[in-house]
Structures are given as structure tokens and as C-alpha cells.
């Protein structure tokens, strides 16, 4: 019997800023080897807005109930597409949880800055990761190779995303999970348990870099596998 007999079937995963979808496919070859239906969204990163409209055209290709997957700047954006009513549950992989009305920037107030996370940004307002900061500050517990790999391919982000307010936080209505890496360096640690603490998640702490989403591809899957389970007997 699959883990999908009695649980909900299909999961939307979400990516964060300077990265794109490519860096879930360890967890799509997880949790599609367990008979689910995994979808990722491929976000423009060009505004709130934006990632949200990718975000939901996807969620309406879905068939039924689906356990929606943000991480980093992913969680902003299912915060706000998670109302859509084809999503039964969000987990937030190391994700920004804002409440409704808040600003992605508001999130970091009274926390702890993090050094090694450096924006450079351009005239344009687009920014990047500092690329010699990048490995440190993203994605310390990957191989040079890979570290490379996502530093070379990321996806710029538009800067003034990061002070959009969202509408709606769709957490305070559906069941939610955090996984959360204890060695991220791109985000507090305490400002990543206070977001998750104040949506009522069912936590999962796990030694890792915030690329744990590619590092740590098991725990994640397998967290996400437990909301499939779940979600449906926990709506709020």
C-alpha cells in the first residue's frame, strides 16, 4: 500500500528568492517514488503579486486537495496562494510566515541580523546573493560543486517584493508544519521559530543550512508525507 491510499495526493512545491525550481528535485523524486502528484512552481520572483498568480495557476491544475511547499520567500507567497480552496495544508521549509497585513521585511524586526547573507543589488532593484558570501550564507552544507551550481544559476529578485504587504495569511486556517534548519545562515534562528510558533506549526528542527530543501530532501519529503496525512483531519 502507497502512502498516498489514504492521504491526500497532490503537493505544490514553491521556491524562495535567487533560486528557481530546480532545487526540489530530490524531493519530487521522494515523494513522487511514494505515488504522489508533484508539481513546482517556477516563480518569476518580479513581485508578490507575480508569484502568487504563478503559484495559483498551478494550484488550479490540481485535482483535488493538495499540501502546498514554500521555501524561504515561498512562504510569503503561500501565505497569501494558500487560501486558494484546492490547499488543505502548508509546510514552510525554513520559509518567512507573515500574518496577514505584514510585510515580508517586518518579519526580521527585533531579530538578529545575519551576516553572512548579503544582497547585492543593482540599479535595477534586482538583487542577488554576494557570490562570494553565497556558499556560507545559503548553502554550507552542500558539495563546492553544487554551492556553485546554485550560485551560478540564480534567479535575481526584485527588491521592493520584500515590502509588499500580504492580504490574507491562510495559515490561520489550515493545518500547518515548519521544518526548520538549525544552521541557517540566511535567517535567525529565533525569528524562523517565532514565525512558525505564532502559525501553530508542528515544528521539525533539522541540522542544516538553509539550502535544506536540497540537502536535506528526506526530512523535508518526509514532513510533507505527514501533512498528506493529516492535513484533511486537521483544517482549523
Do not use: C
Not at 44 to 66: I, K, N
Not at 141 to 159: G, H, K
Not at 199 to 215: D, F, I, P, R
Request: net charge negative.
Amino acid at each position: 500500500m502507497s502512502n498516498t491510499d489514504h492521504a491526500i495526493k497532490n503537493v505544490v512545491l514553491v521556491h524562495g528568492a535567487f533560486a528557481d525550481g530546480s532545487g526540489w528535485r530530490n524531493v519530487y523524486d521522494n515523494l513522487t517514488a511514494q505515488g504522489y502528484r508533484v508539481s513546482i512552481v517556477q516563480n518569476p520572483l518580479t513581485s508578490l503579486e507575480d508569484d502568487v498568480a504563478a503559484t495559483t495557476r498551478v494550484l488550479e491544475r490540481q485535482d483535488g486537495p493538495t499540501i502546498l511547499v514554500g521555501h524561504s520567500w515561498g512562504g510569503t507567497v503561500i501565505t497569501e496562494a494558500g487560501v486558494h480552496p484546492n490547499v488543505a495544508g502548508l509546510v514552510y521549509v525554513s520559509a518567512l510566515v507573515p500574518d496577514a497585513g505584514e510585510t515580508t521585511a517586518q518579519q526580521y524586526e527585533g531579530f538578529a541580523a545575519t551576516p553572512n547573507f548579503v544582497i547585492d543589488v543593482g540599479d535595477d532593484g534586482f538583487g542577488f546573493l554576494n557570490p562570494e558570501k553565497f556558499k556560507i550564507g545559503f548553502a554550507a552544507d552542500t558539495s563546492d560543486s553544487d554551492a556553485a551550481f546554485l550560485r551560478d544559476s540564480q534567479v535575481p529578485i526584485n527588491m521592493s517584493v520584500f515590502g509588499t504587504a500580504v492580504k490574507n495569511a491562510a495559515w490561520r486556517d489550515k493545518p500547518t508544519w515548519a521544518v526548520i534548519a538549525t544552521e541557517d545562515q540566511s535567517f535567525d534562528q529565533a525569528m524562523l521559530q517565532h514565525m512558525a510558533a505564532r502559525a501553530g506549526a508542528t515544528v521539525t528542527n533539522v541540522s542544516a543550512s538553509h539550502a535544506l530543501y536540497v540537502t536535506k530532501a528526506d526530512v523535508v519529503s518526509d514532513v510533507i508525507a505527514t501533512a498528506a496525512q493529516e492535513a484533511l483531519a486537521g483544517v482549523r
